[in-house]
């Protein structure tokens, strides 16, 4: 019998000073305007990036020629505190519907202008031992300057509204 390796998550955490509800909007409604459309995994042009704002919602991509490719699926949706995505991608960075790693974004009213995010990204083992540490050592590089993009983001929108 062969036991399963445990990879480590990999935990980001982030502040901003804007209130809790714009926060998560800004993480959610807004990922449009703070996602990379350069860091797209469905092979085309990207339009937009999207979430779909409920339970069962997805992450998606929109291509300029309009085919849609899921990233991620909502399993757990309590705005304007948490969300929990199953993350369906392949350590190649390609669309894969049977992947489950799991991303679980937390917001915390540190008081009523500061929000404290808490991003975790786990369950890596779920891709395999090889392929689950690729993915790891990609994603624990590659949230930081996501996460700054955000927090720059939710900053703008927080001081001009």
Same mark, same amino acid.
């Given at each position: 019998?062969?036991?399963?390796?445990?990879?480590?998550?990999?935990?980001?955490?982030?502040?901003?000073?804007?209130?809790?509800?714009?926060?998560?909007?800004?993480?959610?409604?807004?990922?449009?305007?703070?996602?990379?459309?350069?860091?797209?995994?469905?092979?085309?042009?990207?339009? #937009?990036?999207?979430?779909?704002? $409920?339970?069962?919602?997805?992450?998606?991509?929109? !291509? +300029? *020629?309009?085919?849609? &490719?899921? %990233?991620?699926?909502?399993?757990?949706?309590?705005?304007?505190?948490?969300?929990?995505?199953?993350?369906?991608?392949?350590?190649?960075? #390609?669309?894969?519907?049977?992947? $489950?790693?799991?991303?679980?974004?937390?917001?915390? !009213? +540190? *008081?009523?202008?500061? &929000?404290? %995010?808490?991003?975790?990204?786990?369950?890596?083992?779920?891709?395999?031992?090889?392929?689950?540490?690729?993915?790891?050592?990609?994603?624990?590089?590659?949230?930081?300057?996501?996460?700054?993009?955000?927090?720059?983001?939710?900053?703008?929108?927080?001081?001009?509204?």
């Amino acid at each position: 019998m062969s036991e399963r390796v445990m990879i480590a998550p990999v935990q980001k955490q982030v502040q901003v000073r804007a209130p809790i509800d714009h926060a998560f909007a800004v993480f959610t409604s807004g990922l449009n305007r703070w996602w990379p459309h350069t860091h797209g995994v469905g092979g085309k042009p990207i339009s #937009k990036v999207l979430i779909e704002p $409920r339970l069962g919602g997805r992450w998606l991509e929109i !291509a +300029e *020629d309009g085919t849609q &490719t899921v %990233v991620a699926t909502i399993t757990l949706w309590e705005p304007p505190q948490r969300f929990v995505m199953l993350w369906q991608i392949d350590a190649q960075w #390609k669309p894969d519907a049977a992947m $489950r790693s799991e991303v679980d974004v937390r917001f915390f !009213a +540190e *008081d009523a202008e500061t &929000t404290r %995010v808490e991003l975790v990204h786990h369950k890596f083992e779920t891709m395999g031992e090889a392929a689950g540490a690729s993915m790891r050592r990609d994603v624990d590089g590659g949230w930081p300057g996501l996460l700054q993009r955000f927090v720059a983001e939710a900053e703008r929108r927080s001081s001009s509204s």
